[in-house]
């Protein structure tokens, strides 16, 4: 297997954009470009994630991204796995260069769907759950995952001011970040006094809904040393899947897939949780957040509301989760989400995440998954 | 009728159709067509009565179109009893969590526009 880098990366701002959802998929793509120090003709493919193109009237974008780059006989392949489109991107670009079929891969995220409005997407959303059983009987995903937290409080020690404080924490991250949607300072109080979206999870609970786009260089580490510049290996990478309706689980606070892609990742990679410096992890609502870290191995089931008791997640603590802001304050444009974490730790690892830089981190951990967990991907980056 | 037609009338009628593995007795939501634990494709219709207990929900203020009129409701997933299969289904008239404490009496009482219909028992 071809050991696989990640040489330059670039997304737009994430939040509620203007431009077309051509023009923000080719602004991150060119960012990319710029970062790695190539040209586009240096790009063999491209791997494009998005959900609902359909939005803003362009689907099948890969062939008009390669068009607008100067290199429409290059292939592409769209991608879409729900919320976890991205990682899923990142994945079939890592293997086909780990495979040896290509040496310089572009894989770049996308959504714009802010312009449709909340019934809109909380609608067309609830199409990612088993809809026969789940969205046929008025599932939101805000209630698919209160859901979670509810059989959370049930069965564990933690309150709802618990989830309240992984949105603080993630709002003060992402007030360190400059293309985070939201740059607001909150605290435990705003999120227990904002509205409920689905009991009892409440608005500061839940990730926006974002338009962005993020893109990132795959390459082979023969390209990468022949074409300098910033660079870092992708050490491990793992998918998994979970029954797709939560009725099916055998736990109702696990998500499957998380272990199941995170094992093959440690694995791939030698590594264990107590290896990894950061993690951007999949907070879509801070219920997510406690569950993905226990099931990432980061601390025992049913611990993880105790961690963030403890301050133990913030960044530069224990292990920062989410210094970007994750997907609570950076933002969810869902097909770009599993991107631009790889992003995140590309500048984590080389020096350029500014003010929210975790000190001395080598090593960084990507999560991502579609729906409630159905689908997921987990890749470990080093740096060189 | 298809598969989920089956579920759909098996519902109105109060009842669950399920799916028993004739290879290993595993049982399965009739949407299955191949047995989660063996893999084998044989299976046996079990009609299970659809009473069970609340084994977590949501309530739901902010609706997907077609459910506004409906809000605040209940989307419950429900253990059904004498099994380890859960159901998921539509809870009309729930609140506040006082409404609907965790481990409650519940039943399938119907199928319509919005989805399985489970009520308190």
Known sequence: MEKVCVLGAGSTKYGKLSDSIADITTQASVAAIESAGIGPKDIKASYISNVFGVADRQVHIGPVLMSRLGIPERPSLSIESACGSGSVAFREAFANIAAGFYDCLLATGVEKVTHTGTEWTTTYFAYCSDFFYEGQAGASFPGLFASMARAYLTEFDATEEDFAKVAVKNHDNGLLNPKAHMHKKITVDDVMKSAVVASPLKLFDCCPFSDGASSVILCSEKFAKEHGGDYIEVIGSGRGGSPAALQGREQLTTIPSTKIASEAAYKMAGLTPKDIDFAEVHDCFTIAEVVDTEDLGFFEKGQGVQAVREDRTKLNSDISINPSGGLKSKGHPIGATGIGQVVEVYDQLTGKAGERTVKDAKIGLTHNFGATGASCAVHIFQSV | ?121
């Open chain 2, 1 to 121: 009728m298809s598969v989920e037609e089956q579920v759909i009338e098996s519902a109105k009628q109060g009842k669950l159709l399920t799916h028993k593995c004739t290879n290993c007795g595993y049982l399965h939501l009739s949407t299955a067509y191949y047995c989660l634990k063996c893999g084998s494709k044989g299976f046996e219709d079990v009609l299970l009565e659809g009473t069970g207990t609340i084994a977590t929900y949501t309530i739901i203020t902010v609706a997907p179109a077609g459910f506004e009129k409906y809000t605040p409701y209940a989307f419950v997933v429900m253990l059904l009893d004498n099994s380890q299969l859960r159901i998921s289904g539509f809870m009309a008239g729930i609140a506040t969590p006082a409404d609907l404490p965790v481990g409650i009496k519940a039943k399938i009482t119907g199928f319509d526009e919005r989805g399985i219909i489970i009520e308190k028992q």
